[in-house]
């Protein structure tokens, strides 16, 4: 019954609604009036509800998260190249700081191409959970994920300590944070193969694993001091923000109509912040917006295996590693219930710095803004409500059906989260 219960969600996934119009109808009388740069209630509360952190949030998971030595060892890390299997990769390969700490590409590269989309590690800090399927409770466990995964880096921590202590610069930055390196010597060559203990690593005492793993999870909370200072730079929309606050209407007007007139679409008529709030413009939950590439294939599993992954890794919040393993954090990742509604469900990205962050989605199936908005409004390229895995009753499904001056105000809004001026929105 089961079986043949999941296979019409799969038979359904393959229907397609019908495609919307190219080009949407023109703008319509009834569009809601422009108001004045301040803003009129409540359009000016929830404006101002998505003002930027002055700060992340404090992680009491890493007791080192803001030091200043942590800060450099992990920005040293962060581009060493000999923490990976082949000497040829580094966090810095994926994220790259010359190119808004993305990589660009539809599947990020790794060993194995994995199909998901390199997220920018701009205010990366400011997140509840990480990675696309929230598999991850800190910042510090997401660094150190990537070194061993096969798809990425492909490294090993035994590999990881061995470099450091072959590499004096390294060594001793690390020494004078945590302490003397573990005994390297009678280690077999791996902890990790094919993304399992190997038997000799599992032969090694408890006492002997432990020491070891410390050592490991040391270089993952200095590359998380790191990541924690990739503050993204101030945008035109916080400085319209800014304005609003001081009520200051001649700052706030330089703010332009057109990006105004988009606010107004996404507080209001698209209802975007609904799941794009708060501060980092994302409610840091899960959903499955109707992606083909998650809800047809039935290959990734999102949010339903992300809570499989991250309630029995050692190196979560609530496990012996963490320096608060008693705290809100960890207690958050213990009362996690996983439900078969979460598959397909994945992490509401923020919407800060989309401007030369493309592609977009965890598969990195959109390539520009004008298809993600079109997605949204009016499905384009979606599967139908109920379709697939899509059982969530996700009210998002439906069709907005902006107009055409709309999807492009709209857009304008979206650029102006980013720093760096964007040239205009080409029609298509």
Known sequence: MKFIWFLSLLLLATVQEPPPPPNPPPAAATEEPLQGPLLAEPLRSLALSLRRAAAPPVDRTNRYADHPAAVQLGALLFSDRGLSGDGKSSCATCHRPDQQLVDGKTHPRGFNQIPRDTPTLHDVAGHRWWGWDGRWDSLWMQALSPIEEVDEMAGDRLLVLRHLAATPPLLQRYQQLFGSLPDLSALPEKAIKGGEPTAEWLALSQTRRRELNRAFTHIGKAIAAYERTLRGPSTPFDHYLEAVAKEDAVAAAEYPISARRGLQIFLGKAQCIRCHSGS?????????????????????????????????????????????????????????????????????????????????????????????????????????????????????????????????????????????????????
């Not at 059982?391 to 107009?403: A, D, F, K, V, Y």
């Open 280 to 428: 980092m413009l994302s409610d840091g939950e899960f959903h499955d917006t109707g992606i083909l590439t998650s809800g047809r294939t039935a290959r990734d599993a999102g949010r339903y295996g992300g809570i499989q992954e991250l309630r029995i890794h050692p190196f979560r919040s609530g496990g012996e590693y963490s320096d608060d393993s008693q705290g809100a954090r960890a207690g958050r990742t213990e009362r996690l219930q996983r439900d078969v509604a979460q598959w397909g469900a994945f992490r509401t990205p923020s919407l800060r710095y989309l401007v030369g962050t493309a592609p977009y989605f965890h598969d990195g199936g959109m390539a520009d803004l004008r298809s993600v908005v079109r997605f949204y409004t009016w499905r384009q390229g979606a599967r139908p409500t109920g379709a697939g895995h899509s059982h969530q009753g996700e009210t998002m499904l439906t069709r907005i059906s902006l107009t055409r001056q709309e999807e492009d105000d709209l857009i304008h809004f979206l650029e102006s989260l980013s720093a760096r001026e964007s040239s205009p929105t080409p029609d298509d």
